[in-house]
């Protein structure tokens, strides 16, 4: 079955670090490749998205490229801020259906002024 | 994106009842689906609801707990049925919009059972 797996946290940066979450998945096909963010107190937001490989998804300075052949979509941002902290979560959709989630345990951010 | 509410937002339950959480949007979806995320774990979907037909629930998760309703394309209910403990989770409601993929959620609904 699909799998998503996050590298462990919480993970603790000082503000203007250079930061990398670790994901990686496990699918049959090709699936859609998501990071969502949940702040503290609020719900969870997609952040971005990549639907095929090479692909590469941004926003609010982050990135994240869809690589197939090391089945990874790692999430990226040059210099973080203090407002950056929060639970980002990995997640896959597989592809050709109309299907729900599949999501990683999640990673804590915490970014130290 | 679309606007998506849920209630209760939150609620505190006594072990055996059963509790009906709603999802309104503020726009027709074709999709709709329900989550569930456990103290201090990821999310975990428990079925898509179906408009017009029964739900289709993933592996681990039955209709006799988890009954879905999804009478139109705005609505859908989640009844957690003879609660216990293990119960105590956050239950959200998604829905896919835009015909790209991507998944909206809504603020969820804390639930605990004593």
């Known amino acids: 079955g699909n799998s998503v797996t996050q590298m462990e946290g919480p993970v603790t940066l000082s503000e203007e670090a250079f930061l990398t979450i670790n994901c990686t998945y496990t699918?049959?096909?090709?699936?859609?490749l998501f990071w969502y963010v949940q702040y503290p107190g609020e719900g969870l937001q997609l952040l971005l998205k990549a639907t095929k490989a090479d692909d590469k998804g941004s926003n609010k300075g982050f990135e994240a490229t869809y690589r197939k052949e090391t089945t990874s979509f790692h999430l990226e941002k040059g210099s973080v801020q203090v407002s950056d902290s929060a639970v980002y979560f990995c997640a896959l959709r597989k592809g050709g259906g109309a299907d729900g989630l599949t999501f990683g345990k999640g990673t804590h951010l915490i970014i130290q002024p | 994106s679309a606007v998506i509410s849920q209630k209760p937002s939150r609620d505190i339950c006594q072990r055996g009842t059963s509790l009906t959480i709603q999802c309104q949007v503020d726009?027709?979806?074709?999709?709709m689906f329900w989550y569930r995320q456990q103290p201090g774990q990821s999310l975990t979907l428990i079925a898509t609801a179906n408009q017009g037909s029964e739900a289709t629930y993933e592996s681990g998760f039955v209709i006799d707990k988890f009954p879905i309703s999804r009478p139109n394309l705005t609505f859908s209910t989640l009844t957690v049925s003879n609660m216990s403990p293990e119960d105590s989770s956050i239950y959200l409601c998604s829905v896919e919009t835009g015909g790209r993929g991507e998944q909206f959620f809504g603020p969820g609904t804390r639930l605990t059972v004593l």
């Open positions: 699918a049959t096909g090709y699936p859609s």
């Open positions: 726009s027709q979806v074709t999709m």
